[in-house]
């Protein structure tokens, strides 16, 4: 027992040995390429391959795993480059309006057809003439008990993105709140709020990318600064 045993141990030795000495000499099996095509390589499922085949296997699946992250960035880039037209035409749509209310009719329409919003809804701490018609907007008083559930993201003006608490949902969208199942959360210090809300769940999540609501939002108030008195 205990001579098999020491020769077990010497064999294993052996292999480790071997393998390291591999490790340091990779060039190896260049300089005796048949060892190299005589040797097999265990597989999970199926049958052995030659150490080739096995190199040429795992080439591939490096080739297509690189090839599928290369195509989800080639993705995503295209999808920022339209957020990023689309926000500068929003810009530009709302610099060009002569009133404050014209210039929150045009954010609703590009938040609802150009960023395919299923609800969008405005609260502002003011009331602005020309606006007793629209039922996406709110005006609620900033020492409203209904805005504390909003205090955390008013003060640091951070974005939120994904399924919002109950109590935020109902004030944003009232009888339709049960519609909506993720939202985009825009918070204007000082200003109020805009949601952007969808009936898919995963639409709008958190640990989304929010530099274009952010711009869209500092867009937003600098056209409205125009109009203050």
């Known amino acids: 027992m205990s001579d ?3 020769r077990h141990a010497q064999e294993k030795l052996g292999a480790h040995e071997v393998a390291a000495w591999l ?7 260049q300089q005796f390429p048949d060892l190299a095509i005589s040797m097999v390589v265990p597989r999970e499922e199926g049958p052995a391959a030659s150490l080739a085949s096995y190199q040429l296997d795992v080439l591939r699946d490096k080739n297509r795993e690189l090839s599928r992250r290369l195509h989800e960035l080639f993705g995503n880039a ?6 990023a037209v689309r926000t500068h035409q929003l810009t530009l749509a709302l610099l060009r309006q002569s009133t404050a209310a014209d210039t929150l009719r045009a954010m609703a329409a590009s938040l609802a057809e150009d960023f395919q919003g299923d609800l969008v809804r405005i609260v502002l701490f003011e009331p602005v003439a020309g606006l007793d018609d629209v039922d996406w907007l709110q005006v609620v008083m ?3 008990a209904s805005l504390a559930p909003f205090r955390d993201c008013l003060g640091d003006g951070e974005p939120l993105c994904g399924r919002l608490q109950p109590e935020k949902t109902a004030l944003l969208y009232r009888e339709r709140a049960d519609e909506v199942q993720s939202s985009a959360l825009l918070p204007l210090p000082g200003t109020g709020l805009i949601a952007v809300g969808s009936r898919e769940p995963n ?3 958190p640990g989304m990318g929010t530099l274009f609501l952010r711009m ?14």
């Open 4 to 6: 098999s045993n020491d």
């Open 23 to 29: 490790r340091r000499h990779p060039k190896f099996l």
């Open 78 to 83: 295209q999808e920022n480059e339209r957020l």
């Open 142 to 144: 900033p020492g409203d």
């Open 203 to 205: 639409r709008f999540y």
């Open 216 to 229: 869209m939002g500092e867009a937003l108030a600098t056209a409205l600064q125009r109009f203050d008195r």
